[in-house]
C-alpha cells in the first residue's frame, strides 16, 4: 500500500472577476476512485489547510459523471476536501505520491508556495511519484530537483492547454497560460486532442491534460508504482 497526497486550493473566487472558482471536483474524484479500489491511503492538503471550495462549474449536469455524484454525496470525502492538512504541516517522508488536482483558482495559490514545492521535492528525491492534472500542473513550475534545476525540465509534461483556456474565454482572466509556463521552465509540453482524456508519465512526474484526465493520470500512476516495485 501507498501512501499519496493530493493537493486542493484554497482559492474560492478570481481576484479579478466576479466568478466563484476551486477545486474542480472531477479532477480528485477519478484519481482518488483508482487509488483507493487499489488500496492506496489519501490525504488531502492544501496551501493553507482547512476548507477547499468547490468549483460550482464542475457540479453542472453537464460536467457530472454518476462517480462524481457518488463521491459529491459522499459524507466522509466531503469533510476531507473541508479539513485539509496546511503544506507546512505536512511530513513529505511518509509519503509515495503527490497529485496536484485543478481548477482555475490553483493559479493563484500553488505556484509560489514553498510548502508545496519542497513536498514535492522531497517526495521526488526519494524515489516517489510528483502528479498533476490540468491547471494543476502550474504548481510543478517552480520545483526544483537535487540539482536546483526545475523538476520538469526536460520531461515530457502534459497540462492545460492554451487552446481549451481560449475557449473557455479566460486566457486574458489567468496570471499566466498553464502551457506556456511549464514551456518556460524547460518542459517538453506535449498533448492530445482539445477536451480528451490524455496523461503522460517521464521519469516518475506523471501529468494529465484536462479535467477528463484524473482517471488516467492515476493509471499512469499505477504503472510507476509497479515498475519501482
Known sequence: MKKILVVVTNVSKYPNLE?????????????????????????????????TPIDPHSLQADQMSELDWQYYEDQTFM???GTTLAAAEVNAAEYDAIYYTGGHGVMWDYPEDAHLQNIASTIYQKGGVVSAVCHGSAGLVNIKDAT???????????????????ALGLENIVPFLTEDALVSQGANYVKGDDWAAFAV??????????PASGGAVAAEVLSVFNSTN
Open 148 to 166: 536546483g534545476e526545475p523538476l520538469i525540465a526536460n520531461k515530457k509534461v502534459s497540462g492545460f492547454t492554451n487552446t481549451e483556456e481560449a
Open 19 to 51: 466568478r466563484a472558482t476551486g477545486l474542480w471536483l472531477g479532477e480528485a474524484v477519478h484519481f482518488v476512485d483508482v487509488m483507493q479500489k487499489e488500496g492506496h491511503e489519501i490525504d488531502y492538503v492544501s496551501p493553507k489547510g482547512g476548507y
Open 201 to 210: 508519465a517521464d521519469h516518475r512526474v506523471v501529468t494529465g491534460q484536462n
Open 79 to 81: 469533510n476531507k476536501l
